[in-house]
């Protein structure tokens, strides 16, 4: 258990609605960045949150968007969903931002879009 | 586009036999990482390696990088039924703390 965690974790939407994902770092960890892994596929990195400011962004549409709280939880909101969003998103929290540093995941969120 | 590529795809062997995955990857880096993912659930980080490391140990796992063939290696010893997983390494390019993953090797190991 890496005491990040992530919920809900499966969920179900259909094309055009909203969603939002939510990811509680491990204890003392202010960074968390957010991956999206399609079936079959590694995962790709969709952006990072430090210390509530967003710290660098994978190819993403802004449809995909973010936040950081206080205590360094955070949240993946996706806008206009469309078929290809289904994936598993994974939250991993560190230590720092920086390079070199091991990234703790979660155990993901599994999102069907019908 | 997947920065590092795992080779092979998939891997089948039996149980205390050795496995061996390998990465390749496009661009220079910093450090290199190995996860293992059981059945599409969380990463486990296994092992960070940096560019000026040329072997590292933890356990019954043995990592080699060669920074000039832009290559490593995750070498799995006396493997075990409970290390069947897919193992994904990662660079993080510039050192900004963004992983990048290749597709991954499916490892089954049989009893």
């Known amino acids: 258990e890496t005491g990040v965690t992530q919920s809900p974790t499966h969920l179900i939407k259909t094309r055009g609605q909203q969603v939002t994902l939510r990811c509680s770092s491990q204890s003392g960890h202010n960074t968390v960045s957010w991956y999206q892994q399609a079936l079959g596929q590694g995962p790709q990195f969709i952006f990072q949150?430090?210390?509530?400011?967003?710290?660098g962004r994978g190819n993403f549409p802004p449809r995909f968007s973010g936040l950081q709280f206080p205590n360094y939880s955070s949240e993946l909101n996706v806008n206009a969903l469309e078929l290809d969003d289904s994936a598993l998103y994974l939250c991993?929290?560190?230590?720092?931002?920086?390079?070199?540093?091991?990234?703790?995941f979660g155990p993901g969120t599994r999102l069907l879009v019908l | 586009s997947q920065q590092g590529e795992e080779d092979p795809q998939a891997l089948s062997i039996q149980e205390g036999e050795n496995a061996t995955m390998n990465c390749s990857y496009k661009?220079?880096?910093?450090?290199l990482q190995w996860y293992r993912q059981n059945s599409g659930r969380g990463l486990v980080h296994l092992i960070l390696?940096?560019?000026?490391?040329r072997e590292k140990h933890s356990g019954r796992l043995r990592v080699t990088l060669d920074t000039s063939k832009k290559s490593s290696s995750l070498l799995i010893t006396a493997s075990r039924a409970a290390d069947t997983a897919s193992y994904f390494c990662?660079?993080?390019?510039?050192?900004?703390?963004?992983?990048?993953f290749g597709r991954g090797t499916q490892l089954t190991v049989w009893p």
């Open positions: 991993a929290s560190s230590l720092l931002a920086g390079g070199g540093e091991t990234q703790y």
């Open positions: 390696i940096r560019s000026n490391e």
């Open positions: 990662a660079t993080d390019l510039k050192s900004l703390g963004r992983l990048y």
């Open positions: 661009t220079s880096i910093n450090n």
């Open positions: 949150y430090y210390r509530e400011e967003e710290n």
